[in-house]
Nanobody, 114 residues
Framework: VQLVESGGGLVQPGGSLRLSCAAS????????MSWYRQAPGKQRELVAL???????NYADSVKGRFTISRDNVKNTVYLQMISLKPEDTAVYYC?????????WGQGTQVTVSS
């Protein structure tokens, strides 16, 4: 099983990024897919999740700015981020959860700074 995140980088405040997480080795459509983030010195926190049926949920801090989506043909989950703030700086992780098995990606760094 592999979850491979991509799309992170350095962006100025107010900018945008789109993260991708490509999954292999799992029946992707059966998994709840989530994005988490962890800033230095802080606990990992849930950013957004999307169920197998397409229902979504977001942390209050990102509502209206981030959008999670999934492509069950490409086995990929996305996180579109707009109006980025310095406090969004963190390592972003993808998680796949079937309630029986759980997998994490290796993370991708997002830095928001001028």
């Amino acid at each position: 099983v592999q979850l491979v995140e991509s799309g992170g980088g350095l962006v100025q405040p107010g900018g945008s990024l789109r993260l991708s997480c490509a999954a292999s080795g799992i029946t992707f459509s059966r998994y709840v897919m989530s994005w988490y983030r962890q800033a230095p010195g802080k606990q990992r926190e849930l950013v957004a999740l999307i169920t197998s049926g397409g229902n979504t949920n977001y942390a209050d801090s990102v509502k209206g700015r981030f959008t999670i989506s999934r492509d069950n043909v490409k086995n990929t989950v996305y996180l579109q981020m707009i109006s980025l703030k310095p406090e969004d700086t963190a390592v972003y992780y993808c998680k796949a959860d079937s309630s029986i098995r759980l997998y994490w990606g290796q993370g991708t760094q997002v830095t928001v700074s001028s």
